[in-house]
């Protein structure tokens, strides 16, 4: 069974950072499925944003922080972050174009 393109991508990393790198470099963040691979994610994100077109995509594994409440600890549960860079020639992201 196909992976639907809203599985994939499951919403946007919005942090100092990223927004950062979206003004400077044009590169887009998003927290995505943790067994989906760098082909499916482009393909997911041209799905999702008509016209836009992805040069590279680059993959994170952010492991799980260890937290305490009380005596008890426990970790956050880990995740997969992508990091999207558009082709030259591509349009933007229209829902990121208010947050810069």
Known sequence: MAKL???II?????????????????????????????IEIA??????FPGVKVSKVNTIN???VRRRMGRSEGYTASWKKAVVTLAKDSK?????????
Do not use: C, H
């Open 92 to 100: 933007t992201i229209e829902f990121f174009d208010g947050m810069i």
């Open 5 to 7: 393109a809203y599985d």
């Open 10 to 38: 499951i919403k946007p990393v919005i942090t100092e950072q990223s927004m950062e790198m979206l003004a400077q470099q044009g590169k887009y963040t998003f927290k995505v499925a943790k067994d989906s691979n760098k």
């Open 43 to 48: 393909k997911a994100v041209e799905a999702l």
């Open 62 to 64: 952010v492991r799980g």
